[in-house]
């Protein structure tokens, strides 16, 4: 008997795994996928004395591929030549899976749909005319729970009597259909898809298919390629996203004539609650709330509670005399006994700064974040957010970097490579240089302006501000393509205590470990650098810009901190607060400031390797003069207008 | 593992594999969402021994 394939493909989360272990119960094996390092699963099933091979492909949200796992599984589809493609999806999110399901269509693949988590769509009140979907889009479609295994036997059977008919093919403007149709005759080669689909791709600029036409056309191409670039030329969008806007365009129409209206015909509080979180009106506000009680939080309990305690009692009466008094007696020369203890002293200054500054306000927004974090709120930040993301022309996939940034810029800079056009990667990075304060930063700058609401209003306006202005002029000076944003939005949750606890603890373990060698290390940096007097020239060289912007010369070492990280140099500022060192307007000034300052060593160095070094050096060179020009405007709009703080 | 962004179940090792060229990723306890590329801290290993043995109790008592 001939083994036949069959080809599993879906968006990420959808099931397909568990699908694939429902069907093949042996002979499992995983490899990884020739000339890269995406792993794909392969096993055998008998599925009524038929013998299958099947394949579990990395998840893939479109056939025209941006990372390497959409490569690997778009590349199964074209090589592998399956008997069948089972398509998974989300019934959930039907409407916006669906423009997937044209696209494999319109390749001519001879496929069949499974409605997966149809349990969870029930609940949201969602009702799915199955027979309905089917005549509509023309394939075998199958409803699953697959967890519970239901609907697996009535799969089974449709896989194995499958049979190819006339599918939906998708219908574009005049213009696209008539030139599909042109370039489809030009095509004189065979393909491994229909040539329809070729030609959307080619129309797409995707670089493999370019490659394959370019070998099986030969002389040919330059002719194709020419019609092409002329079909461009008539859409102000590039194609990807006028193709991406038709098939979602029919998607939707589809999911409205099969998606009933629900018996009670009642929206959940859950689910109307998720939809306020992504509306443009009522999720800013909700936005604002969240980030506001993240500040009351962390102000209250990290910055004033815990500080207090371990700062004031724990350091200042108990380590810090004791460990002086140690160092002073044992060693005798007072420049090494500077290393360890004084005004810069590893104990003094960097394990100081540390346990007693850095731990209880990261640990506090940790805490918060966990809360957040667990509630399912930040996929539809993400969502929300993307809205005027994309008025800046930072859209797609940029969100995730973005919002990625919160926790750590460097590791969010290394994110951006999944961004699909070098315009996007770039304008990204510079954002996350920019504008995007790291979780540690940003639990200390909560901490620092904690009971000050008004202040804090100001610097987030400026920030977002300065974020949103300079995403825009950058996408105007790097004009390029807009790509489409796809993320699944798993269901709201009540948030578990003992997840909160557990990914509270992990993240303060795994910073702390981060922390704490990189602030002893900056410490003696500082102390090697005052011996050789390069701390002063340096020092001394920020003393005009500092003063330009209305603060004192102690603040200078802060921004020289913040070079080592961004947090390091929040905690300088919050110990010179803490001091009575800067007034209300200064402190403003100052984090404002500090906030847009350079990158940290790692990120630079991160943003220098992803984006090579003359990119990297401009951005400093812009980053550097701006946030001090930034701080200069708002001393004087606070002098011009006699505002106190 | 569960992406607290995008709500994607995976395994440890395939987060790991997402970490190839980043110069961070050997001393790195971060593990990324092959999904989404949100980043989760890896959990400690008491924290892992402590969820199995609660599980197991569980079991014994059902």
Redesign the interface.
Known sequence: MRTQELVIVGS??VGKSVIFNLLTKRYVTVSNYPGT???VMRGKARIEENEFEIVDT??MYSLCPITE?ERVSRSILLREKARIVLQVIDAKNLERMLSLTLQLIEAGLPLVLDLNFMDEAEKLGMKIDIVSLEAKIGIPVVATVATQGIGISLLKRRLVQYSKRGARSIKYDRIIDSSIEQLEDLLKREYPISRRSIVTLLLQGDPEIESLVRLKEGDNYPFIKKILQEIRKQYSHPMNYVLGLYRQKQASQIADLVVLPSSSGKVGPGERLSRWMMNPFTGLPIALLVLFGLYEFVGVLGAQISVDFLEIIVFGGYINPFVTEIVRRIIPWLFLQNLFVGEYGIITLGIRYAIAIILPIVATFFLAFSVI??T?Y??RL?MFVDRFFKKIGLNGRAV??I??GF??D??AT??TR?LETKRERIIASFLLALAIPCSAQLGVILALLAGKPKSFAIWAGVVALVFFLIGYLASRLLPGERPLFY??V?PLRWPKLSNIL??T???V??YF??ILPIFVLASILIWAGKITGLFDLVIRGLGPLVQAIGLPDEVAPVFLYGFFRRDFGAAGLFDLTRGGGLSGVQLVVAVVTLTLFIPCI?QL??TI?ERGLKTGLVMVAFIFPFAFLVGFLLNLAFNLLGVKL | MKC??????FKEE?GA?HC?G???ARSC??V?C??????V????KF?KSFKKWRKKINETKR
Do not use: H
Not at chain 2, 4 to 9: I, N
């Open positions: 990420p989360n390092t995406v792993e990395p998840g796992e974090e667990d399912g930040l996929p993400a995730i970097p919002v990625l926790g750590c460097t590791m290394i994110t999944t993320m699944d798993p557990s990914k603890y992990t993240r373990e795994w470990k981060e790692a160095s991160i390797k | 607290s962004l995008c709500g994607l179940e395939e594999s190839r980043c110069p961070l306890l971060l990324r092959p999904g989404c590329g949100y980043e801290p890896l959990e400690p924290l």
